[in-house]
T-cell receptor
Framework: SQQGEEDPQALSIQEGENATMNCSYK?????LQWYRQNSGRGLVHLILIRSNEREKHSGRLRVTLDTSKKSSSLLITASRAADTASYFCATDAMDTGRRALTFGSGTRLQVQP | NAGVTQTPKFQVLKTGQSMTLQCAQDMNHEYMSWYRQDPGMGLRLIHYSVGAGITDQGEVPNGYNVSRSTTEDFPLRLLSAAPSQTSVYFC????????????FGQGTRLTVV
């Protein structure tokens, strides 16, 4: 089963607006990562936040992590049409013993020009 | 620096045929993994490797074999293709498993008829 679940599954906004995507996970983690996937392409890493961090910024991206609620959010500010993509959260779940990431099902973001 | 290279990009197989999906990375990463992506399912881990000579099963390993004879290469073998294996396959590599960002190949779109 998926460790992370994104919400919403799909999001459509106008250029210039902010986009917020949420991720919930089930077990304790060392870190949580966000990835972006353009249609028909591989995933590209956006940002990594460790379990002892609460907030992290990278350009127009802001990620928060609440380990007590087992949730994270990705905020994209001042969105652009080029931000249209699917966004996935990924965790290295401590309970599986696997040294590999477990991905959620993703949020499809459409930014209308 | 090519990153992670997957071949082929597209493949059509008949049920029962076997084939090998190739994955190579030139970043000297110890960790490599294979995922499959189905519509609405996100990425699911098939097999992964923490170094040459070491492989382990992921979430959905049945019907697939892997080996890791060198640091650079991590091929995925389909032993007897089934329609349920129709999917997009992604190979990823990273420096330290789930603790660092993963780099993904562009994917192999496999159709089993």
């Amino acid at each position: 089963s998926q460790q992370g679940e994104e919400d919403p599954q799909a999001l459509s906004i106008q250029e210039g607006e902010n986009a917020t995507m949420n991720c919930s996970y089930k077990t304790s983690i060392n870190n949580l990562q966000w990835y972006r996937q353009n249609s028909g392409r591989g995933l590209v890493h956006l940002i990594l936040i460790r379990s002892n961090e609460r907030e992290k910024h990278s350009g127009r991206l802001r990620v928060t992590l609440d380990t007590s609620k087992k949730s994270s959010s990705l905020l994209i500010t001042a969105s652009r049409a080029a931000d249209t993509a699917s966004y996935f959260c990924a965790t290295d779940a401590m309970d599986t013993g696997r040294r590999a990431l477990t991905f959620g099902s993703g949020t499809r973001l459409q930014v209308q020009p | 620096n090519a990153g992670v290279t997957q071949t082929p990009k597209f493949q059509v197989l008949k049920t029962g045929q076997s084939m090998t999906l190739q994955c190579a990375q030139d970043m000297n990463h110890e960790y490599m993994s294979w995922y499959r992506q189905d519509p609405g399912m996100g990425l699911r881990l098939i097999h992964y490797s923490v170094g040459a000579g070491i492989t382990d099963q992921g979430e959905v390993p049945n019907g697939y074999n892997v080996s890791r004879s060198t640091t650079e290469d991590f091929p995925l073998r389909l032993l007897s293709a089934a329609p349920s294996q129709t999917s997009v396959y992604f190979c990823a590599s990273s420096y330290a498993g789930g603790d660092t960002e993963a780099f993904f190949g562009q994917g192999t779109r496999l159709t089993v008829v």
